[in-house]
């Protein structure tokens, strides 16, 4: 998506965004009720780290729908990060931070030391419980009191195995419809990337740092409540859900 004046960053966003929706049909309503509570509890000019940011989908819909906030993005992705770097560039309401949630002192190179609302959507699924569970405790730290943390992913409850399995049948089926009509999966995206010269570089040292794909846990939300709850927020719950995703929000 390379223009002969430059990259064509808004067109990557975009692409990125109906890559996503392949999986999540219901992403657009899942960011509006993230956005809600952020606003419930942190007025209309918040303060947000935007956790995993990848291509900055969270910063861009918290910009358009608050002005006064700032953002900033944390993500080890360099092909992601180079997306979302050529579409905030010049915006200075936006901090993009290269780190690896995986360190434990990953807070060191963010530019404040708390935050209004931590953000985070379909990303923290590559970690499995115990390094998650210390990340929700490096967290809990960043947040002010009376800030967020909201988390939006795939958290399966295994005690529902028969209803775990229609819903996957039933998503499937329709992911492999939309594939059939010409949307492209998480493979045909990155092999797209791979393709662009200003993505080239960095597709290939993402790869270097993943792999094909990051498989962690997808813990229940109930886990991730009692875990958020265990390492200092006050009270954490899911605000939304649809049949294979929910958003859980955790107050400090």
Known sequence: MTTGTGTDWAAWQESWDRQQEWYMPDREERFR???????AFAGPAPRVLDLACGTGSITARLLRRFPGATSTGVDL??????????????DDRVTLVTADLRDPDWPAALPYDSYDAVLTATALHWLHSEPLAALYGR???????????LNADH???????????AER??????MDQAGRDGAPDWSAWWQLAAQDPALAGPTARRFEIYGE????DMPS????????????????RPVWCSPSDTLLLAVK
């Open 77 to 90: 992705d360099p092909a992601l990060l180079a997306i979302a770097g050529g579409t905030f560039a010049g």
């Open 33 to 39: 009720i993230m956005l809600d509570m952020v606003e």
């Open 221 to 236: 939300p109930a886990w991730h409540a009692a875990t958020l709850r265990a390492h200092g927020f006050g009270e954490a």
């Open 139 to 149: 967290i809990a730290e960043l947040v002010r009191d009376g800030g967020v943390f």
């Open 213 to 216: 794909h990051a498989d962690g």
């Open 155 to 165: 958290m399966i409850d295994d005690s529902t195995p028969r209803i775990n399995a």
């Open 169 to 174: 049948a039933q998503r499937h089926a329709r």
